[in-house]
């Protein structure tokens, strides 16, 4: 069980693959303010938990007192999510070159399996 409240944020955090900014924007905080959050020399109110859990889809029993899942949904689930986020957020010619490089690296990742079984 992880102790405090802001070893288990950046234990979420890092869960998620997104550095404090990332985080922070999707949560709509300042990086300055969740870093202090981070460091201890803030503490964290209920407002940002509420969203840290409705954002992230983290257990708010798991923030709060370290007990249960950290997720309450997958974490493959919450990526597609955000990358869905993201993706709806560019232009579509933008949305055209991320389709073709997905395309290319799944093409990549096939071959690679093939040389593997090899």
Same mark, same amino acid.
């Given at each position: 069980?992880?102790?405090?409240?802001?070893?288990? %944020?950046?234990?979420?955090?890092?869960?998620? /693959?997104? +550095?404090?900014? #990332?985080?922070?924007?999707?949560?709509? $905080?300042?990086?300055?303010?969740?870093?202090?959050?981070?460091?201890?020399?803030?503490?964290?109110?209920?407002?940002?938990?509420?969203?840290?859990?409705?954002?992230?889809?983290?257990?708010?029993?798991?923030? %709060?007192?370290?007990?249960?899942?950290?997720? /309450?949904? +997958?974490?493959? #689930?919450?990526?597609?999510?955000?990358? $869905?986020?993201?993706?709806?957020?560019?232009?579509?010619?933008?949305?055209?070159?991320?389709?073709?490089?997905?395309?290319?690296?799944?093409?990549?990742?096939?071959?690679?399996?093939?040389?593997?079984?090899?």
């Amino acid at each position: 069980m992880i102790a405090k409240i802001q070893k288990r %944020l950046i234990a979420v955090r890092t869960s998620l /693959g997104l +550095s404090q900014r #990332d985080f922070c924007r999707g949560i709509h $905080l300042s990086q300055s303010y969740y870093a202090q959050i981070e460091g201890e020399t803030r503490p964290i109110n209920d407002r940002i938990v509420a969203l840290i859990c409705a954002e992230y889809s983290v257990s708010r029993e798991f923030l %709060l007192t370290g007990t249960g899942e950290m997720f /309450g949904e +997958s974490l493959p #689930d919450i990526q597609l999510r955000q990358l $869905l986020d993201i993706y709806h957020e560019l232009d579509p010619l933008f949305k055209e070159y991320i389709l073709l490089q997905i395309k290319q690296l799944l093409e990549v990742q096939k071959r690679s399996k093939k040389q593997d079984k090899r």
